[in-house]
């Protein structure tokens, strides 16, 4: 019979690794409630249209990466493939924002995009990100953009990383450019890839996203968004740049990043990181003014941003981080079948005091599991055979110096208080 495998573009994140997913996600944890973010889940599928109304019909992810099926009822459902649609659903959903005037969120999870994998791409992959909603301010972007600094600056990431940030203006602004990017474009649209060709005539902005030479070449003399801005734009990015730098947050202004998502206005950002080859962006984001009253709900500001928890821990990869955290404290060898019951007893009463105990439910022989044990990186082993259980004792040995003795048993838990305080 064939062996069943992975899907395509999926990974299993194995013991060896999962220690480092762990550390990734308290970091998150630790800085999101440091700026007094808390969690949020949502599940995994949603209505199609959540998407579509969101992140737009025509760009790439709705267009062509969405995992989009029929349910038994006809209803279109969808792996998110992107997470702010379903906060923002969730927001509404529970009127948070009647709760406080500002809500500050953030999650973490898988998501799904049917793309070509590639190193640092994948088709489940997973995000962190955060959100925050009621305040139309440039210092909340300030303040979004600090946790992003925060978190890679504890994951050790942030010599090797840039934050490339723009403002694409508000919706009069982008309507304005946009017609002076398509007159700019026009004449040479025949020297344009398909995809830009495309985009032409869909979202003209995300012609500014190509990476060909060529095109760059011919966009060198393109008009700039900045010249389009109102003066609510202009204030508005002059105020986050103040606030960037009272944070000493360094920052390159670029004027071609635009991101592909339909749902931002004004400022938008991205952290790419020089340790990733060709899919450099850690994390991504800005501000969707418009979103909450798009799907339905109250007009409320909001901002946020993503960040792929792979490419994070691909970056983190380089440095030799090392896990100095033991698996296992303490090897409970049990000789005798009739010293199960008090083995499994006394094994829970030391992980009640915070210790880690596992035991060799193999029933193998005192020299299989002293190897084991030592297999196991266990500092101490606890052996209980026949003479033990007579005597209502139980063996001690350290297994880093080799010492050993004998104790009570109902001196146990008591011993190995006293031997690690
Ligand atoms: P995004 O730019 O589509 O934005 O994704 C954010 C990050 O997710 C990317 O910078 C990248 O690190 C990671 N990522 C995206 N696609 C993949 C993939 N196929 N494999 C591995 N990693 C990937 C959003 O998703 C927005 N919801 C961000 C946001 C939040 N904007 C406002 N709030």
Redesign the pocket.
């Given at each position: 019979m064939n062996q069943i495998r992975n899907i395509k573009g999926t990974h299993d994140i194995l013991p060896e690794n999962s220690h480092k997913w762990q550390e990734l996600e308290s970091i998150v944890k630790n800085v999101c409630s440091r700026f007094g973010y808390q969690e949020i889940r949502t599940p995994i599928f949603e209505e199609t249209g959540l998407f579509s109304r969101s992140v737009g019909e025509e760009t790439d992810?709705v267009s062509k990466e969405m995992y989009t099926w029929e349910d038994r009822d006809g209803t279109s459902l969808t792996l998110r493939p992107?997470?702010?649609a379903s906060v923002v659903r969730s927001f509404i959903q529970h009127n948070l924002g009647g709760q406080s005037p500002i809500q500050r969120l953030f999650y973490m999870g898988p998501l799904f995009?049917r793309?070509r994998p590639q190193k640092?791409?994948?088709?489940q992959?997973h995000?962190f990100?955060v959100?925050a909603f009621g305040s139309a301010n440039p210092e909340q972007d300030a303040e979004i953009i600090a946790i992003a600094w925060h978190i890679l600056s504890q994951c050790g990431l942030i010599e090797n990383t840039v934050l490339n940030l723009n403002s694409i203006g508000s919706g009069e602004c982008r309507n304005a450019y946009r017609n002076a990017l398509k007159d700019y474009i026009s004449p040479h649209l025949d020297q344009l890839s398909e995809t830009s060709q495309k985009r032409f005539i869909n979202n003209p902005l995300r012609i500014l996203d190509t990476k060909s030479e060529r095109e760059l070449d011919l966009l060198k003399d393109a008009p700039k968004i900045s010249n389009y801005y109102t003066e609510d734009d202009d204030t508005h990015l002059e105020s986050l740049k103040n606030f960037l730098e009272a944070m000493n947050i360094p920052f390159t202004i670029n004027h071609r990043l635009v991101?592909?998502?339909d749902y931002y206005t004004k400022t938008v950002f991205?952290f790419n990181s020089s340790q990733l080859g060709a899919?450099d962006?850690?994390?991504?984001?800005?501000r969707?003014d418009g979103l909450v009253e798009v799907l339905g709900g109250r007009p409320t500001p909001g901002?946020?941003?993503?960040?792929?928890m792979?490419?994070f821990l691909i970056a983190m990869d380089d440095q030799d981080r090392g896990n100095n955290d033991p698996i296992v404290d303490i090897y409970f060898v049990c000789l005798d079948e009739k010293g199960l019951p008090r083995t499994l007893q006394l094994s829970n009463e030391l992980r009640n005091n915070g210790f880690k105990v596992i035991f060799d439910p193999l029933r193998r022989s005192m020299k299989s599991q002293l190897r084991d044990a030592n297999r196991s990186g266990a500092r101490f082993a606890l052996i209980l055979g026949e003479t033990e259980m007579n005597d209502n004792a139980i063996g001690f040995k350290d297994l880093k110096q080799g010492t050993q003795k004998t104790i009570a048993q109902s001196e146990v838990t008591n011993f190995f208080d006293n031997l690690t305080n």
């Amino acid at each position: 019979m064939n062996q069943i495998r992975n899907i395509k573009g999926t990974h299993d994140i194995l013991p060896e690794n999962s220690h480092k997913w762990q550390e990734l996600e308290s970091i998150v944890k630790n800085v999101c409630s440091r700026f007094g973010y808390q969690e949020i889940r949502t599940p995994i599928f949603e209505e199609t249209g959540l998407f579509s109304r969101s992140v737009g019909e025509e760009t790439d992810i709705v267009s062509k990466e969405m995992y989009t099926w029929e349910d038994r009822d006809g209803t279109s459902l969808t792996l998110r493939p992107e997470l702010t649609a379903s906060v923002v659903r969730s927001f509404i959903q529970h009127n948070l924002g009647g709760q406080s005037p500002i809500q500050r969120l953030f999650y973490m999870g898988p998501l799904f995009r049917r793309e070509r994998p590639q190193k640092g791409r994948q088709r489940q992959f997973h995000q962190f990100g955060v959100e925050a909603f009621g305040s139309a301010n440039p210092e909340q972007d300030a303040e979004i953009i600090a946790i992003a600094w925060h978190i890679l600056s504890q994951c050790g990431l942030i010599e090797n990383t840039v934050l490339n940030l723009n403002s694409i203006g508000s919706g009069e602004c982008r309507n304005a450019y946009r017609n002076a990017l398509k007159d700019y474009i026009s004449p040479h649209l025949d020297q344009l890839s398909e995809t830009s060709q495309k985009r032409f005539i869909n979202n003209p902005l995300r012609i500014l996203d190509t990476k060909s030479e060529r095109e760059l070449d011919l966009l060198k003399d393109a008009p700039k968004i900045s010249n389009y801005y109102t003066e609510d734009d202009d204030t508005h990015l002059e105020s986050l740049k103040n606030f960037l730098e009272a944070m000493n947050i360094p920052f390159t202004i670029n004027h071609r990043l635009v991101r592909g998502l339909d749902y931002y206005t004004k400022t938008v950002f991205e952290f790419n990181s020089s340790q990733l080859g060709a899919q450099d962006a850690m994390l991504g984001g800005g501000r969707y003014d418009g979103l909450v009253e798009v799907l339905g709900g109250r007009p409320t500001p909001g901002i946020g941003f993503a960040a792929g928890m792979e490419r994070f821990l691909i970056a983190m990869d380089d440095q030799d981080r090392g896990n100095n955290d033991p698996i296992v404290d303490i090897y409970f060898v049990c000789l005798d079948e009739k010293g199960l019951p008090r083995t499994l007893q006394l094994s829970n009463e030391l992980r009640n005091n915070g210790f880690k105990v596992i035991f060799d439910p193999l029933r193998r022989s005192m020299k299989s599991q002293l190897r084991d044990a030592n297999r196991s990186g266990a500092r101490f082993a606890l052996i209980l055979g026949e003479t033990e259980m007579n005597d209502n004792a139980i063996g001690f040995k350290d297994l880093k110096q080799g010492t050993q003795k004998t104790i009570a048993q109902s001196e146990v838990t008591n011993f190995f208080d006293n031997l690690t305080n």
